[in-house]
T-cell receptor, first 113, second 111 residues
Framework: DAGVTQSPTHLIKTRGQQVTLRCSPK?????VSWYQQALGQGPQFIFQ???????QRGNFPDRFSGHQFPNYSSELNVNALLLGDSALYLC????????????FGPGTRLLVL | AQSVTQLGSHVSVSEGALVLLRCNYS??????LFWYVQYPNQGLQLLLK??????LVKGINGFEAEFKKSETSFHLTKPSAHMSDAAEYFC?????????FGAGTTVTVRA
């Protein structure tokens, strides 16, 4: 049973560029959440997708957008990259069973130069 | 709003000693609480979760946590530390559909 997978594992971009990160949820899960983890900090919630719609959003600007596909996989897009966007981006998947335990992927390390 | 506070950003223990990581929560409703572990350059792995079924929760790798409503705490313990326990540990609480994480506690294990 495959867990949550993310691609790519590492990425280097320059300021002003755009980036797309990808996530495939754990088998049987229908919900995908994205988190940003800056160095030395806890993860911060970006948004969650369910039934191909954004269900909840954290305190992130509109430069951060996402998409969920019919097979439940998801993309995170970040436009007009800033140096401060350098972080580990984590995807988590879940299935509502009254508890919605989230399982995380290995993350994508983004460096903005 | 639901939130958690982890007391102590760094904990150093000797191999074989007790590991105790502290987490206090703030919640207006009965919370769902979680502990995750993050090894260097990896994602987060679920250690255990509290969902009101039992106050003492057993997790993987010999860890357990006790939910104490009177103290609003959910401390993580392991009776005997192993070198492989060196990692960063995060306490988290659900808030709506999202997880709100503490700042994390780094555990180092001395031989």
């Amino acid at each position: 049973d495959a867990g949550v997978t993310q691609s790519p594992t590492h990425l280097i971009k320059t300021r002003g560029q755009q980036v797309t990160l990808r996530c495939s949820p754990k088998s049987g899960h229908d919900t995908v959440s994205w988190y940003q983890q800056a160095l030395g900090q806890g993860p911060q919630f970006i948004f969650q997708y369910y039934e191909e719609e954004e269900r909840q959003r954290g305190n992130f600007p509109d430069r951060f957008s996402g998409h969920q596909f019919p097979n439940y996989s998801s993309e995170l897009n970040v436009n007009a990259l800033l140096l401060g966007d350098s972080a580990l981006y984590l995807c988590a998947s879940s299935l509502w069973d009254g508890q919605e335990t989230q399982y995380f992927g290995p993350g994508t390390r983004l460096l903005v130069l | 709003a639901q939130s958690v506070t982890q007391l102590g950003s760094h904990v150093s223990v000797s191999e074989g000693a007790l590991v105790l990581l502290r987490c206090n929560y703030s919640s207006s409703v009965p919370p769902y609480l979680f502990w995750y572990v993050q090894y260097p350059n990896q994602g987060l792995q679920l250690l255990l979760k509290y969902t009101s079924a039992a106050t003492l929760v057993k997790g993987i790798n010999g860890f357990e946590a006790e939910f104490k409503k009177s103290e609003t705490s959910f401390h993580l313990t392991k009776p005997s530390a192993h070198m492989s326990d060196a990692a960063e540990y995060f306490c988290a609480v659900t808030y709506g559909y999202k997880l709100s994480f503490g700042a994390g506690t780094t555990v180092t294990v001395r031989a």
